[in-house]
């Protein structure tokens, strides 16, 4: 080859080798500066290597009140939340035909069944980005940005960067550390609500749905259909918007007159009380999301789904599990309100001796939160005497309530205490 050739090829090889490290530069910069709200939630998904025979999709509701990892626990069902704040029915049809594609690229299992949230209102472009950042660009992901997002927000919900480019002086600690979550995609929540007023429970009580919605079902019940996979949808309880509760009954209405499974848990007894199992208004917390998973898995045990318990794959789940243990546990350290510290120790795994000043059980949240703890066996001392504690600095502090909090398989180990 003569020097001219040879002299090219070089040429050629480092203008490849300087895009190259453009782009990379250009993708790693924009992983840097990108939200991490998505990459969080989905991470765990993306890497996961073994199957998962349920998914459920919608928002927030879901994201706060289905746990696979109780799920697996009690009914051996392997399961991923793919749910996101603010992503309603529409976006769930675009996510779950995303992740479909994404399974069979990675020549893994499609779902056996899909669980989709029927709650549902305009989608916002913000909360659209908390989903969809970490998905790269592909055909359903521009259909979805074509369908749902003003044109002049395209751009930048397919490239990301474009709109984050600017955050380089916002940069905290937390974007160089990822902490993908290791929770399958659910995020307990530790707080204590009383309802709204109005609590819709008639299933007859119900407003006509909006025509693009129940578009969206038929889509998404067309998919799969197509797919072999059993479709499933259900309206987890709330409070707050009764327009929102009497559309949801006018969506299974509808539901049950195409032939698609439907469940409005809004109009069961399902052992949620409205009092203590909310940590707003609208969405469901710690105590409230193992109450629902239970019943799900029920629903999906009587469904025929697979119990994978003594199978190999229990041990990463088991795994899992300790890990979530450990989450739940590190999260009583954060609670600085006695009503969800009383809720969030109403766990499987945990048992505690639980010190309370008698004038504090009037209280009608204090009352529940307490009872329960008393059935589930937990040990329970009123006393008629607020509570005196040395602590370890050497002054008495005097509470109305105190906790001391163990793991229920190992109870000589004390793993928290908490005054308030």
Same mark, same amino acid.
């Given at each position: 080859?003569? @020097?001219?050739?040879? !002299?090219?090829?070089?040429?050629?090889?480092?203008? =490849?080798?300087?895009? *190259?490290?453009? *782009?990379?530069?250009?993708?790693?910069?924009?992983?840097?500066?990108?939200?991490?709200?998505?990459?969080?939630?989905?991470?765990?998904?993306? @890497?996961?290597?073994?199957?998962?025979?349920?998914?459920?999709?919608?928002?927030?509701?879901? +994201?706060?009140?289905?746990?696979?990892?109780?799920?697996?626990?009690?009914?051996?069902?392997?399961?991923?939340?793919?749910?996101?704040?603010?992503?309603?029915?529409?976006?769930?049809?675009?996510?779950?035909?995303?992740? =479909?594609?994404?399974?069979?690229?990675?020549?893994? !299992?499609?779902? @056996?069944?899909?669980?989709?949230?029927?709650?549902?209102?305009?989608?916002?472009?913000?909360?659209?980005?908390? *989903?969809?950042?970490?998905? %790269?660009?592909?055909?359903?992901?521009?259909?979805?940005?074509? !369908?749902?997002? %003003?044109?002049?927000?395209?751009?930048?919900?397919?490239?990301?960067?474009?709109?984050?480019?600017?955050?380089?002086?916002?940069?905290?600690?937390?974007?160089? /550390?990822?902490?993908?979550?290791?929770?399958?995609?659910?995020? %307990?929540?530790?707080?204590?609500?009383? %309802?709204?007023?109005?609590?819709?429970?008639?299933?007859?009580?119900?407003?006509?749905?909006?025509?693009?919605?129940?578009?969206?079902?038929?889509? +998404?019940?067309?998919?799969?259909?197509?797919?072999?996979? /059993?479709?499933?949808?259900?309206?987890?309880?709330? !409070?707050?918007?009764?327009?929102?509760?009497?559309?949801?009954?006018?969506?299974? /209405?509808?539901?049950?007159?195409?032939?698609?499974? $439907?469940?409005?848990?809004?109009?069961?007894?399902?052992?949620?009380?409205?009092? +203590?199992?909310?940590?707003?208004?609208?969405?469901?917390?710690?105590?409230?999301?193992?109450?629902?998973?239970?019943? =799900?898995?029920?629903?999906?045990?009587?469904?025929?789904?697979?119990?994978?318990?003594?199978?190999?794959?229990?041990?990463?789940?088991?795994?899992?599990?300790? *890990?979530?243990?450990?989450?739940?546990?590190?999260?009583?350290?954060?609670?600085?309100?006695?009503?969800?510290?009383?809720?969030?120790?109403?766990?499987?795994?945990?048992?505690?001796?639980?010190?309370?000043?008698?004038?504090?059980?009037?209280?009608?949240? +204090?009352?529940?939160?307490?009872?329960?703890?008393?059935?589930?066996?937990?040990?329970?001392?009123?006393?008629?005497?607020?509570?005196?504690?040395?602590?370890?600095?050497?002054?008495?502090?005097?509470?109305?309530?105190? $906790?001391?909090?163990?793991?229920?398989?190992?109870?000589?180990?004390?793993?928290?205490?908490?005054?308030?």
């Amino acid at each position: 080859m003569s @020097k001219r050739g040879i !002299s090219g090829i070089k040429k050629g090889l480092s203008v =490849l080798c300087v895009l *190259a490290m453009v *782009a990379g530069g250009l993708h790693f910069g924009s992983r840097l500066v990108m939200n991490k709200a998505s990459r969080e939630q989905y991470e765990q998904f993306f @890497k996961a290597e073994q199957d998962f025979d349920v998914l459920f999709l919608g928002s927030s509701h879901v +994201i706060n009140g289905v746990s696979p990892l109780d799920l697996f626990r009690e009914y051996g069902i392997t399961s991923y939340n793919l749910s996101m704040h603010g992503n309603y029915v529409a976006s769930g049809y675009y996510l779950l035909k995303e992740s =479909l594609e994404i399974l069979e690229k990675k020549g893994r !299992s499609l779902p @056996k069944t899909v669980v989709l949230d029927i709650y549902g209102d305009d989608e916002i472009v913000f909360d659209l980005h908390n *989903a969809w950042d970490s998905f %790269p660009l592909s055909a359903t992901k521009a259909e979805m940005v074509r !369908s749902l997002v %003003p044109k002049e927000d395209q751009a930048a919900m397919l490239v990301p960067f474009f709109l984050y480019h600017n955050r380089w002086n916002d940069l905290r600690n937390e974007d160089f /550390r990822l902490y993908p979550s290791r929770k399958y995609g659910v995020q %307990p929540r530790y707080e204590v609500c009383y %309802p709204a007023a109005e609590i819709v429970t008639d299933s007859e009580d119900m407003a006509k749905a909006a025509e693009e919605k129940l578009a969206y079902i038929d889509r +998404i019940n067309e998919l799969c259909e197509s797919l072999g996979i /059993r479709l499933i949808l259900i309206h987890i309880p709330y !409070s707050y918007h009764p327009e929102q509760q009497r559309e949801a009954n006018g969506v299974c /209405r509808y539901a049950q007159e195409q032939g698609i499974f $439907c469940v409005n848990y809004m109009n069961q007894d399902i052992g949620l009380d409205f009092d +203590i199992d909310f940590y707003d208004q609208g969405h469901l917390n710690a105590a409230g999301m193992r109450i629902l998973t239970r019943e =799900l898995g029920r629903l999906l045990a009587e469904t025929g789904a697979e119990d994978h318990r003594g199978q190999p794959e229990e041990k990463v789940w088991e795994e899992e599990n300790q *890990a979530f243990i450990q989450y739940r546990m590190g999260q009583l350290g954060e609670v600085t309100d006695g009503k969800a510290y009383l809720m969030g120790i109403w766990d499987p795994d945990l048992m505690a001796q639980v010190q309370i000043w008698r004038p504090a059980l009037e209280d009608r949240q +204090i009352g529940k939160l307490v009872e329960r703890l008393r059935e589930a066996g937990h040990e329970i001392c009123v006393t008629e005497t607020r509570i005196e504690i040395e602590e370890e600095d050497g002054e008495t502090q005097v509470y109305d309530i105190y $906790c001391r909090v163990y793991r229920k398989d190992d109870p000589d180990v004390l793993v928290h205490t908490a005054g308030f």
